[in-house]
């Protein structure tokens, strides 16, 4: 599907993630392979691969979902299509390769409001930053190799 295909909401999701992810197209070599729209915009859904991993970006009325799988990972709006999870939440991940707990409840639930409080350009910049020095990382533990070395710590660290 053509950007121009999409909605004006779904067009400028799509805008900010080449904006603030731009170093995922030049440095890791990413590119779109899906996108779609449903409910004039309110739901945007757009796919990126590399030639080790995908990600998955969905615009959902304003908030926004980052995830993260590797190559067989089906393109699907729901994280587990099959009844097992495929698609992983990237807020969970720095805890796997930092080898750090994940943060305690209380502190998630002050995380998401703060995010919930941002605009989606304040958030798509802040999620970028994040992200940004643990992304080579990231690409590689998702790397259709590493991440069936890896798959059973992966899914234990997010309870499955």
């Given at each position: 599907m053509k950007q121009s295909d999409h909605s004006e909401g779904c067009r400028e999701f799509l805008a900010l993630i080449e904006e603030h992810f731009r170093y995922l197209f030049g440095n890791y070599d990413f590119e779109i392979i899906d996108s779609r729209d449903v409910a004039m915009g309110e739901h945007c859904l757009v796919i990126l691969q590399s030639?080790?991993?995908r990600f998955k970006f969905i615009s959902d009325q304003g908030s926004v979902e980052i995830s993260v799988g590797p190559l067989s990972t089906p393109i699907s709006w729901?994280?587990?299509?099959?009844?097992?999870?495929?698609?992983?939440?990237i807020d969970g991940i720095?805890?796997?390769?930092?080898e750090q707990p994940s943060l305690a409840p209380e502190e998630q639930r002050k995380l998401g409001e703060a995010y919930f409080s941002?605009?989606?350009?304040?958030?798509?910049r802040t999620l970028s930053a994040t992200f940004k020095p643990l992304m080579g990382e990231i690409?590689?533990?998702?790397r259709d190799d590493v991440?069936?070395?890896r798959q059973h710590e992966i899914e234990r660290h997010f309870q499955i």
């Open positions: 030639r080790d991993c729901e994280d587990n299509p099959d009844g097992r999870i495929a698609w992983f939440p720095p805890p796997i390769i930092q941002m605009s989606t350009s304040e958030l798509m690409v590689t533990l998702f991440f069936r070395e």
